[in-house]
């Protein structure tokens, strides 16, 4: 996979790009998303050196927060929008991340197969202060 910059539009060619994967193509994503975010984000995403910098401050519990949210939409195929980024970056900047993911399992019964669904999408904003 090819690595996109990381603005509005990079972030929408990425998830095409995942989403046109096979299922279990798509699951290892998933897992490597969600068991390393921060290197699977720098391998496949090109960052501005503020953005890299930025990435690297975040602490350990929410890398892993983001990784296992990444995960989840991408296995349900489900929209993930970043808002656009702000023109002249300053240092201080807070992230918000915002999702409305919900996943539905029916098992399969009566002859019918199993059903699984999911729903919502994932949004990333960037409040600069």
Do not use: H
């Not at 290197?39 to 690297?56: A, G, I, M, V």
Request: charged share 20%; aromatic share 12%.
């Amino acid at each position: 996979m090819e690595k996109v910059a990381f603005t509005p539009e990079g972030v929408s060619a990425k998830t095409a790009e995942l989403y046109a994967l096979s299922d279990p193509e798509l699951c290892m994503e998933a897992r490597a998303v969600g068991s390393d975010f921060k290197s699977w984000f720098k391998n496949n995403f090109t960052l501005q050196p503020s953005q890299e910098e930025y990435l690297d401050e975040v602490p350990a519990s929410f890398l892993l927060f983001w990784g296992y949210l990444f995960g989840s939409s991408f296995i349900g195929r489900r929209p993930i929008a970043l808002a656009d980024l702000p023109d002249k970056p300053r240092r201080t900047k807070q992230g918000n991340t915002v999702t409305s993911i919900s996943g539905n399992y029916t098992p399969a019964q009566n002859g019918n197969p199993a059903i699984l669904e999911f729903t919502g999408e994932t949004q990333i904003v960037f409040i600069q202060d």
